[in-house]
C-alpha cells in the first residue's frame, strides 16, 4: 500500500513569489491535513481538509490556503512568500480524521524562500 | 500556547537502557495520543498511539503509559539501540481534527 506522497520534495522561491504544495493520500483516506514544521516553532496545523470541505484552520495569514479534491488529493498554497515562511510543510492522511483513525505523513516539501 | 508540553528536550542513553519521554496536557478533550519518530530529512512516522482508556500499551520495545487523572503520558524506549536515535514527537487529538504536538525530544543511544 502506497504511503502519502507529497510533492515537491525540495523547492526554493524568491521573496513575493507564491507557491502550490501537493500531497497525495494512503489511498482510502479521506481526511488530509497540513502542518508546517520549523526548528523555532516546531510542528504547527495549518488546515484540515475532509471530502473537499475544510473543517478547521490553524493560526496561520490568509496567505496560506489549501483545497481538496473529490480523489482526496490535496493542496496548498502560500501567496507572497516571506522569509519566515521558510520550513518542511508536511501532509498527514487518515480515514476520518477523528481520534479513532491514526495519521500518516509525507516526507514532506522543504520550501526556502530566499 | 503549546498544549501539549513534553520533556526531557534531548537526552542520551547507553545502547541497551531505556529511554523515558513524558508529556502532559490540560485539554480534557483531546482522546487519542500518539507518538511520532522522526530521522533527519524525513517525515514524521506513527510509532504506537493510545486512546485514554487504557492506561497501557506496548509493541516490541516501545511502551506508552498514560495516566488520565493526571494528563500525563509517556513513551519508555527498552533496549535503546543506535537505530533509535531519533527524534520523538508525543501529540493529542480530539474531535477538532488537529495534532497538537509536544516540543520533541531527540534521543542518542550510544554504542
Known amino acids: 500500500k502506497a504511503g502519502v506522497t507529497q510533492t515537491p520534495r525540495y523547492l526554493i522561491k524568491t521573496r513575493g513569489q507564491q507557491v502550490t504544495l501537493s500531497c497525495s493520500p494512503i489511498?482510502?483516506?479521506?481526511?488530509v491535513s497540513w502542518y508546517q514544521q520549523t526548528p523555532g516553532q516546531g510542528l504547527q496545523f495549518l488546515f484540515e481538509?475532509?471530502?473537499?470541505?475544510?473543517?478547521n484552520k490553524g493560526n496561520f495569514p490568509g496567505r496560506f490556503s489549501g483545497r481538496q479534491f473529490s480523489n482526496s488529493r490535496s493542496e496548498m498554497n502560500v501567496s507572497t512568500l516571506e522569509l519566515g515562511d521558510s520550513a518542511l510543510y508536511l501532509c498527514?492522511?487518515?480515514?476520518?480524521?477523528?481520534?479513532?483513525?491514526?495519521?500518516?505523513f509525507g516526507q514532506g516539501t522543504r520550501l526556502t524562500v530566499v | 500556547q503549546q498544549q501539549v508540553k513534553q520533556s526531557p528536550q534531548s537526552l542520551i542513553v547507553q545502547k541497551g537502557g531505556i529511554s523515558i519521554i513524558n508529556c502532559a496536557y490540560e485539554?480534557?478533550?483531546?482522546?487519542?495520543f500518539p507518538w511520532y519518530q522522526q530521522f533527519p530529512g524525513k517525515g514524521p512516522a506513527l510509532l504506537i498511539a493510545?486512546?485514554?482508556?487504557?492506561s497501557e500499551k506496548k509493541e516490541g520495545r516501545f511502551t506508552i503509559s498514560f495516566n488520565k487523572s493526571a494528563k500525563q503520558f509517556s513513551l519508555h524506549i527498552m533496549d535503546s539501540q543506535p537505530g533509535d536515535s531519533a527524534t520523538y514527537f508525543c501529540?493529542?487529538?480530539?474531535?477538532?481534527?488537529?495534532?497538537?504536538f509536544g516540543a520533541g525530544t531527540t534521543v542518542t543511544v550510544r554504542a
Open positions: 498527514a492522511s487518515s480515514l476520518t480524521g477523528q481520534p479513532n483513525t491514526e495519521a500518516f
Open positions: 489511498s482510502g483516506h479521506r481526511s
Open positions: 481538509y475532509f471530502s473537499e470541505t475544510q473543517r
Open positions: 485539554n480534557t478533550a483531546f482522546d487519542y
Open positions: 493510545i486512546r485514554p482508556d487504557v
Open positions: 501529540a493529542a487529538l480530539g474531535y477538532d481534527y488537529k495534532l497538537s
